[in-house]
């Protein structure tokens, strides 16, 4: 799902300058090594504890996810005039899986240094990559995006993880129906659709949203 605010997008041009200068400037130095990033665990629940939190009476998998936007990275190219991503311009992003219902206008799900607001109901961590099409960043009503979505369930990585396929929204409030194309453990195989609605931007200028799947029999 990424959806990324024009406000954002339009400081992360600067910060591509800026960034692309830090970079020459650290190429002319001795090298002293390489940086690394820790991944910590996406939850404190085991994969079968987080799927029966997200999974209802009915069997339909009902979650929220809460973007990261300090994880959304995009290519710097195609982009419109005003810098913001054009047709066909590439991303990636990362956020937050919570129970359903957890996200509100007054709970975004991610503080503002990219932290979790609520860590302890944390379900997995959600993944996203894609490329926008049509109007870009310009659009503010029907899809702007196609994606891959990735949805990590507990604290071992692999365990439990379900994807789905399709389109991303631009308008808050907005559902588009989403292709279940499989996963890992009580996901492999699987198939199915997924209702994503949109419930708008979050204090890191990442998306929100919500989800329903209900996979085939």
């Not at 940086?35 to 069997?59: F, I, N």
């Not at 979650?63 to 936007?69: K, P, Q, V």
Request: glycine content about 14%.
């Amino acid at each position: 799902m990424l959806i990324s605010s024009r406000r954002r997008l339009t400081g992360l041009v600067t910060g591509v300058a800026i960034a692309a200068l830090t970079v020459a400037a650290t190429l002319t130095a001795p090298a002293v090594g390489r940086a690394t990033v820790t991944m910590a665990a996406p939850s404190k629940l085991s994969a079968a504890e987080a799927v029966a939190q997200a999974t209802g009476e009915d069997g339909a998998l009902r979650f929220d996810i809460a973007e990261d936007g300090k994880r959304f990275i995009w290519a710097d190219k195609p982009v419109f005039d005003d810098g913001l991503p054009a047709h066909g311009a590439t991303y990636i992003s990362q956020g937050y899986i919570y129970p359903d219902g957890t996200l509100s206008a007054e709970a975004d799900g991610v503080n503002a240094d990219g932290s979790p607001e609520f860590p302890d109901k944390v379900l997995g961590q959600w993944s996203c990559y894609g490329w926008y099409f049509g109007d870009g960043a310009h659009a503010t009503d029907g899809p702007w995006v196609l994606s891959t979505q990735l949805y990590q369930f507990g604290s071992a990585w692999g365990e439990a993880t379900l994807v789905s396929e399709g389109y991303v929204l631009a308008n808050t409030g907005g559902t588009v129906s989403r292709a279940i194309t499989g996963g890992t453990g009580p996901f492999a195989n699987v198939r199915g659709e997924m209702l994503d609605t949109n419930l708008g931007f979050n204090e890191t200028e990442g998306g929100n949203a919500r989800y329903e799947v209900v996979l085939a029999s």
